[in-house]
């Protein structure tokens, strides 16, 4: 096995993994509250919180790099790592950028679309859950990436029927065209959370078929 012959990289990536699953939570949380209480100090806090598990995330990724780079590691191996943590830290890329949306262009959601919305975070979160368990499972229990991945996609077919339905939820609303089109962008990069999900997943099938890690 890989981790038997690298502890350090072993460490790092469980850490990696758990941060992405701690996102995932604050994303849920901080997009929960929003839609109960609007902006509060509750929701400024989980947004700087998930800034700084990304900014954590990224830390890590150099880290791993400098370790695989610095140790008799198989390039095959070193480059399907590497490809699955570029992936993976889309994730919490895209759930950082739909908070910071929310913050800096003052959104407001009409009530027809907020049930909706909150099922698609959701849903989007849980798919980052069962996306962190798929990439860990490359490494110890490869049995398991399969059924995972499946999940995820079955995930990912929801949030795209929920992302379509808001949208044309969106276009019948009686506002001005632009704040249509703020809301329809919006929602796109909601729907992009469970998308990354999927990609990560997707090559965390191929490295597992392959059997280099």
């Given at each position: 096995?890989?981790?038997?012959?690298?502890?350090?990289?072993?460490?790092?990536?469980?850490?990696?993994?758990?941060?992405?699953?701690?996102?995932?939570?604050?994303?849920?949380?901080?997009?929960?509250?929003?839609?109960?209480?609007?902006?509060?100090?509750?929701?400024?806090?989980?947004?700087?919180?998930?800034?700084?598990?990304?900014?954590?995330?990224?830390?890590?990724?150099?880290?791993?790099?400098?370790?695989?780079?610095?140790?008799?590691?198989?390039?095959?191996?070193?480059?399907?790592?590497?490809?699955?943590?570029?992936?993976?830290?889309k994730i919490p890329g895209f759930?950082?950028?739909?908070?910071?949306?929310?913050?800096?262009?003052d959104l407001r959601f009409p009530?027809?679309?907020?049930?909706?919305?909150?099922?698609?975070?959701?849903?989007?979160?849980?798919?980052?859950?069962?996306?962190?368990?798929?990439?860990?499972?490359?490494?110890?229990?490869?049995?398991?990436?399969?059924?995972?991945?499946?999940?995820?996609?079955?995930?990912?077919?929801?949030?795209?029927?929920?992302?379509?339905?808001?949208?044309?939820?969106?276009?019948?609303?009686?506002?001005?065209?632009?704040?249509?089109?703020?809301?329809?962008?919006?929602?796109?990069?909601?729907?992009?959370?469970?998308?990354?999900?999927?990609?990560?997943?997707?090559?965390?099938?191929?490295?597992?078929?392959?059997?280099?890690?």
């Amino acid at each position: 096995m890989f981790f038997s012959r690298q502890k350090k990289i072993e460490v790092l990536i469980n850490e990696y993994i758990k941060l992405l699953k701690t996102s995932a939570a604050s994303f849920r949380l901080g997009f929960s509250v929003f839609l109960a209480d609007g902006f509060n100090d509750e929701f400024s806090a989980l947004v700087a919180g998930t800034h700084e598990i990304e900014s954590k995330m990224d830390s890590i990724k150099r880290e791993v790099a400098y370790e695989m780079y610095s140790k008799t590691i198989l390039p095959e191996s070193r480059g399907d790592i590497l490809r699955l943590i570029e992936l993976a830290e889309k994730i919490p890329g895209f759930m950082q950028s739909v908070l910071f949306e929310i913050q800096t262009c003052d959104l407001r959601f009409p009530k027809v679309i907020s049930g909706d919305l909150s099922r698609l975070a959701d849903e989007s979160s849980n798919a980052a859950e069962y996306a962190a368990d798929c990439f860990l499972s490359v490494f110890s229990k490869k049995e398991k990436v399969f059924e995972l991945a499946e999940k995820i996609d079955q995930i990912e077919s929801r949030c795209d029927i929920l992302e379509r339905n808001i949208i044309s939820s969106v276009f019948k609303l009686s506002v001005d065209s632009g704040n249509k089109v703020l809301l329809k962008y919006f929602v796109e990069r909601l729907g992009a959370v469970s998308d990354s999900c999927e990609h990560l997943s997707d090559l965390s099938v191929i490295v597992s078929v392959k059997g280099q890690i």
